[in-house]
């Protein structure tokens, strides 16, 4: 375990960007071992359709930046085994793509994943502990470290250290909320104005645009138009989907 857990928290805290969080969490990573990183974020898991949802925020840290194309322009992120795993648990685990490894990603091994397994076989990420931070508003993260080139170490003595890396997981992901929310690379996500969130709030509790309008002390026409312009960015089909949508998103926090 890092010496002074508190210490890494204050500075993760106090770090200026979430970039520099990001850095802060590698470096502590380095006690346990491991000398990749690979952090993703996104404020659901799935869409409306049930979709396994990109995420919006991908870290790298010692890893090559074309993964960043591939888990999300691609979508290699929905075929990849160790996310099907992390989807269904809050437990942290140890992953190896070796077919020889008996881990919890081999139950999702198959014709589809073989792309996501050449592709981090080629760069010597093929074996790794990865933590599923699972958050009460329903976002969702996956912090994974790595020793390049070393498979053995993650079946051999990451083990050992699961449960104080999944603790600096969590107390990582709980210091760099605040950053994290303001971290415009979460452009991903439709850009919703002051007074569009405050209707949708008000639609989402049954209000309609005559109540609200009354509620804001604004026209019937100009609440409306600001719940058509949200049901556009959305892509919504009309106001209760839109607001269902951004509680979904938490673009309405």
Known sequence: ??????????????????????????????????????YDYTPARYD?????????????????AAMRDY???????????????????TRPFVWNYD??????????????????????????????????????GGDYATITGIRCGDGRFAERDAPACLGDFSLLAHIFQ???????????????LPRLTARERECLRHAAE???AKEISRALGRSVPTV????????RKLEAKNRTQAA???????LLD
Do not use: C
């Open 1 to 38: 375990m890092p010496a002074d857990i508190g210490a890494i928290e204050q500075r993760i805290g106090a770090a200026s960007t979430f970039g520099a969080q990001v850095d802060l969490l590698f470096e502590a990573m380095g006690d346990f071992g491991f000398d990749a990183l690979i």
């Open 48 to 64: 409306l359709t049930g979709t396994q949802m990109l995420p919006t925020v991908l870290e790298l840290r010692n890893v090559d």
């Open 71 to 89: 888990w999300v322009e691609r979508g290699y992120i929905r075929l990849d085994p160790v996310q099907k795993v992390a989807l269904g648990t």
């Open 99 to 136: 077919k020889r490894a008996s881990t919890l990603i081999r139950a999702f091994m198959n014709e589809d994943s073989a792309p996501v397994a050449a592709f981090l076989a080629e760069r010597g990420l093929s074996a790794g502990v990865t933590v599923p931070v699972h958050m009460p």
């Open 174 to 188: 709980n210091a760099a909320s605040t950053a994290l929310r303001d971290d415009r690379r979460l452009e991903g």
């Open 206 to 208: 049954g209000l309609s």
């Open 224 to 231: 409306v138009m600001h719940l058509n312009a949200a049901m």
């Open 244 to 250: 269902v949508r951004a509680a979904r998103l938490r």
